[in-house]
């Protein structure tokens, strides 16, 4: 059982950047790819951005070119580094591993606005 804490969501002007971070803690060996979502009121969740064990990264493409996707192994945490951000990047941010159905975290809120 991998259980995963989302942060470093809040509130953003237009082009402004924020950081956010997933620790992830348990079956951490079981781990093969990580996977950054988010869904806006309204909207199903949709998928942001994943990187594997072996750093082959994706991104959708909204936020590609915006957005990177990283981790520290060390930490046990990844990363998701939010540049130029848009209104349309407004969401609350999920984490998951594995794509496990059962495995979000609480989600952190982004919100992007003047």
């Known amino acids: 059982q991998v259980q995963l804490v989302e942060s470093g969501g809040g509130l953003v002007q237009p082009g402004g950047s924020l950081r956010l971070s997933c620790a992830a803690s348990?079956?951490?060996?079981?781990?093969?790819?990580m996977g950054w979502y988010r869904q806006a009121p309204g909207k199903q969740r949709e998928l942001v951005a994943t990187?594997?064990?072996?750093?082959?990264?994706n991104y959708a493409g909204s936020v590609k070119g915006r957005f990177t996707i990283s981790r520290d192994n060390a930490k046990n945490t990844v990363y998701l580094q939010m540049n130029n951000l848009k209104p349309q990047d407004t969401a609350v941010y999920y984490c998951?591993?594995?794509?496990?159905?059962?495995?979000w975290g609480q989600g952190t809120h982004v919100a992007v606005s003047s």
């Open positions: 998951n591993a594995n794509y496990d159905s059962n495995g």
């Open positions: 990187i594997t064990n072996s750093g082959s990264t």
């Open positions: 348990g079956s951490i060996f079981s781990i093969k790819v």
